[in-house]
């Protein structure tokens, strides 16, 4: 069982990345998944989260409007799709799933996942 990110990068501010996120071992589209990040001497924060089937979605409020979710479930992924990127968010992303039926603010709010994926690195240049 694994979650494997990736798509990271170096963009210009203003730029887009979409960052993927592969399941391995299960069947991603009957979990909860989250994205979450953490920058360089910060403590890790939510992103957005998207609950089972997804009923609920809950965006950080500094992504709203710039990122977006969606599944891609042939291919058991999930995609973050980033746009209208800042240097504020250069970070370490992080996605995660979990099997539970909880609305997509709880996973964002308390941040308790069945697994998490490695990170990969987001930098955005000014």
């Known amino acids: 069982v694994q979650l494997q990110a990736s798509g990271g990068g170096l963009v210009p501010a203003g730029g887009s990345l979409n960052l993927s996120c592969a399941a391995s071992g299960f069947t991603l589209d009957r979990y909860a998944i989250a994205w979450f990040r953490q920058a360089p001497g910060k403590e890790r924060e939510g992103v957005l989260c998207?609950?089972?089937?997804?009923?609920?979605?809950y965006f950080s409020d500094s992504v709203k409007g710039r990122f977006t979710t969606s599944r891609d479930n042939a291919k058991n992924t999930v995609h973050l799709q980033m746009n209208s990127l800042k240097p504020e968010d250069t970070a370490v992303y992080y996605c995660?799933?979990?099997?539970?039926?909880?609305?997509?603010?709880?996973?964002?709010?308390?941040?308790?996942?069945?697994?998490w994926g490695q990170g990969t690195l987001v930098t955005v240049s000014s």
């Open positions: 998207i609950s089972a089937r997804g009923g609920t979605t």
């Open positions: 995660a799933a979990d099997g539970r039926r909880y609305r997509a603010s709880w996973y964002y709010h308390h941040a308790q996942f069945d697994y």
